[in-house]
């Protein structure tokens, strides 16, 4: 209960479970707000850690080993816990709309829902490919497929679409893993086929020389096909198109291309930048309302472009959750400002991984198990949160 000459702080509600959130409620799980009541709404209770994704599909970790579970982290924060999907927000009555739930009103808002593969610029996309985000979607998708390949005989092509690092790294996870999976049921892994389409002429273009050239070698070292210059045009059953006229016949079809951002984003009036995601300034507050925050993917930084990436939004939990307990105090805010040059760690599907950060780079299992080391100590600072009372 709120005590007697307690300031009443009002609503806050973060609409997402991203890795920026996930970091906000732990910290306001270890140091409340006395006379703050706090939301959380997510469409999925399960939140998954994208940096333990390929190495979940490559085998080496268990589903419940890289999802941290929202609902006990909300408990730990002493919020209360909405599963449902943001559809819209009215600011002008400071309302949060929700597909199942009534309006929900806030005093401070923050935004971090991530984002998705853009897919409806490519004809027959959305219908044919599998994005990798949602990954709740993309997990139900993966595991079918991999008992279709595992039960049906005779040959399998597998293309991924994007040649990031998530591409590359995602490419390699899942021919390692199909490839055990045939093996040990006594059939020929090389009935498996993996194309990847890069638009660029390079692959990983974000990243050094060096790095691109050893993900070349061990592409190319395990048979697969890297298509470059490959804009896909259309995707039908069975077929991928390019803008060149290339044609490719695929039994799969997975989507890791540039992020796009969530279409409800575009009604809510806030300054959005060319590709649709919210403008923030340097504090994470967005730049059309000083009661509305946003961190993550779904977030554009206006003074410091940054790429989509999951360290980004974990690197922001911090001094977001810090933002929103002084704007609720009425206390200046402080600037977030990122490294310069960040630190991917990607393997290549086996318990192998090569380092990139600027012009540096480094490989072997050894960067794989300190990849491993890092990702679980992450994942176990949720663990075994107790959880607060509820303020009445």
């Known amino acids: ?21 996930v970091g906000v409620l732990k910290r306001f799980g270890m140091q ?41 982290l909300a408990a730990f924060a002493g919020a209360r816990y909405y599963q449902d999907e943001v559809i819209g927000i009215d600011r002008e009555n400071r309302r949060v709309l929700c597909r199942n739930h009534p309006p929900l009103g806030y005093d401070r808002l923050s935004i971090n829902i991530g984002s998705a593969p853009a897919m409806d610029r490519v004809a027959g996309a959305d219908e044919y490919a599998i994005p990798v985000k949602p990954i709740r979607r993309f ?3 993966w595991l079918a497929m991999l008992e279709r390949v595992c039960r049906q005989p005779g040959p399998s092509t597998i293309a991924v679409v994007g040649a990031g690092a998530g591409g590359v790294e995602l490419t390699l996870a899942m021919q390692y893993r199909l490839r055990r ?41 395990r048979g697969v096909v890297v298509h470059r210059a490959a ?65 993550g993917d779904c977030a554009a ?16 939990g911090r001094p977001l959750a810090e933002n929103l307990r002084r704007s609720l105090l009425q206390q200046p805010l402080l600037a977030y400002r990122p490294q310069r040059h960040w630190l991917a760690l990607i393997s290549t599907g086996d318990r192998y991984a090569i ?38």
């Not at 006594?186 to 660029?200: C, E, I, K, M, Q």
Request: with cysteine.
């Open 1 to 21: 209960m709120q005590s007697s000459g307690q300031a009443d702080l009002g609503d806050m509600v973060l609409v997402g479970g991203g890795h920026s959130h």
């Open 32 to 72: 409340g707000l006395p006379g703050l009541r706090l939301t959380v709404i997510c469409t999925d209770t399960h939140t998954p850690y994208s940096g333990m994704l390929p190495g979940y599909v490559a085998g080496h970790y268990r589903y419940e080993e890289v999802h941290i579970d929202l609902r006990r």
């Open 139 to 141: 997990n139900e998708r």
């Open 181 to 221: 999976e045939l093996q040990l049921r006594g059939r020929d892994p090389d009935d498996l086929h993996f194309h990847l389409l890069s638009a660029d002429h390079d692959i990983l273009r974000t990243h050094n020389a060096r790095v691109r050239q050893r993900f070349e070698a061990v592409l190319a070292e």
């Open 231 to 295: 804009e896909v045009g259309s995707v039908s059953r069975g077929q991928i198109s390019t803008r060149s006229g290339e044609t490719l016949a695929t039994d799969e079809v997975f989507w890791v291309t540039q992020a796009g951002a969530a279409a409800w984003l575009r009604d809510t009036g806030l300054a959005l930048d060319s590709g649709g995601f919210i403008q923030v300034a340097d504090t994470l507050q967005t730049l059309s309302d000083p009661l509305i925050f946003a961190a």
């Open 301 to 316: 930084m206006i003074d410091h472009p940054l790429e989509k990436a999951g360290v980004f939004a974990v690197r922001q």
């Open 355 to 392: 380092a990139s950060r600027g012009a540096a780079s480094a490989q072997g299992a050894w960067v794989w198990r300190w990849k491993d080391w890092i990702d679980r100590r992450f994942m176990a600072s949720f663990a075994d949160l107790p959880a607060k009372t509820w303020p009445a």
